[in-house]
């Protein structure tokens, strides 16, 4: 009777062990899954944003002022909060703040090319000469490309770019 006994009882922490390890693996997997598809989402986002970083996602100011320059039509406002939803809900509030910084020096910066009138056209091709030495051209210019550069280092260290792509 006591050989039953311990049989039994073997049997049982045996299929309580079994059973808990299932439970225990389901839910790390569920886990891993959850956590992919998040990090999946939020590399989608960070992309979208760069692919979308422009001066008409400014948020710079209100449409209505004197000098406004950022989402004029209807499709770039919805855009921008778009943008700004999944970020608030995917991103970090550090992502948030430098891509309103980015987008809002873009901004500045188009702004000023257009009011200071440095586009030259040739033939049906709008560009921008290379040999602007105005300072307030070139301080826009340098504020732009630092805060763009500060949003990729973020985006990339966020998720994990040069971590997972080491040669």
């Known amino acids: 009777m006591e050989q039953l006994i311990g049989v039994i009882t ?5 299929l309580g062990a079994g059973i808990l390890t299932a439970w225990f ?9 959850r956590v992919k598809d998040l990090w999946d989402r939020r590399a989608t986002l960070y992309l979208e944003l760069l692919v979308n970083l422009d ?4 948020f710079v100011v209100e449409p209505n002022a ?9 499709e770039q406002f919805q855009k ?9 809900l995917f991103g970090s509030p550090a992502v948030r703040s430098l891509w309103e910084a980015a ?12 009011e200071g009138g440095y586009l030259e056209r040739s033939f049906n091709e709008t560009y921008l000469p290379d040999n602007i030495t105005e300072p307030r051209f070139l301080e826009l210019k340098a504020a732009m490309e630092k805060a763009e550069a500060e949003l990729v280092k973020r985006l990339r260290h966020e998720i994990d770019v040069d971590e997972h792509l080491k040669p």
């Open 80 to 88: 921008r909060r778009e943008l700004a939803a999944r970020v608030d």
């Open 55 to 58: 001066g008409t996602m400014s």
């Open 25 to 33: 693996t389901a839910r790390h997997q569920q886990n891993a899954v």
């Open 66 to 74: 004197p000098g406004y320059y950022g989402p004029s039509t209807p």
């Open 103 to 114: 987008t809002t020096a873009m901004g500045d910066f188009n702004m000023h090319v257009v």
């Open 10 to 14: 073997g049997g049982v922490i045996a």
